[in-house]
């Protein structure tokens, strides 16, 4: 039976909300990811990317979904042979990672962020911290990041310069200084009846997460 609305039910309600929301005065044109889950099990990791506020200006007909813009993330300008040119049967270059963690078929965790070329790095380090790391999931979205993109220098949050730059230095690594890397949210099945929705605490203001119950 196809389920008519996703909702979940009291015995899902597990994790209280990790960090706050702070609100803003205008909605910036940013990627913005969420993850949600309902009480039949299925997950959505979702990225939206826009590229500039009202994306191309049009909307899917009785959906609501803006269309994005995303061909600006092909190159463009005097580049000949550059693979990212537009052309027939290409999608552009992106960096967008929304992440589904199974286990034995089973989704047990969903992550992704906003962020540009550091999402990829932004998740890797989430699902490195909670699986190689054992971090629990709020630590692990918490920690201090870093992101490296074939640059000669890697950007790092103080909290990772604070950390570790003086041992990786000694082995001949550069750094420069990033203030945020990444905006993540995540949620993980604890047991079959239990899952925790994960914010960031303090990145970009603070990320909202929570089980929502409808109203009756």
Not at 82 to 111: H, I, Y
């Amino acid at each position: 039976m196809r389920p008519r609305r996703a909702s979940p039910t009291a015995r899902t309600r597990a994790a209280l909300p990790t960090g706050t929301a702070t609100p803003v005065a205008q909605e910036g044109p940013e990627t913005t990811h969420l993850v949600v889950a309902d009480r039949w099990g299925n997950v959505i990791a979702y990225n939206l990317t826009i590229e500039s506020t009202g994306g191309n200006g049009i909307v899917v007909p009785g959906r609501g979904v803006l269309l994005n813009n995303e061909l600006t993330d092909f190159t463009f300008g005097p580049a000949p042979g550059d693979p990212n040119l537009p052309g027939p049967g290409k999608r552009p270059r992106s960096s967008m990672a929304p992440t589904l963690v199974f286990d034995d078929g089973r989704p047990v965790l969903a992550a992704g962020s906003p962020g540009g070329s550091t999402i990829i790095t932004t998740v890797l380090q989430i699902l490195l911290n909670r699986y190689e790391l054992g971090m629990s999931l709020p630590d692990a979205l918490a920690a201090p990041r870093a992101t490296q993109r074939n640059t000669a220098q890697t950007q790092a949050e103080q909290g990772f310069l604070d950390l570790y730059r003086a041992e990786l230095e000694a082995k001949g690594h550069s750094f420069v200084l990033n203030p945020e890397i990444g905006a993540a949210t995540a949620l993980e099945f604890l047991s079959r009846n239990r899952v925790q929705a994960v914010a960031e605490p303090s990145r970009r203001g603070g990320g909202s997460a929570m089980v929502v119950s409808p109203s009756r």
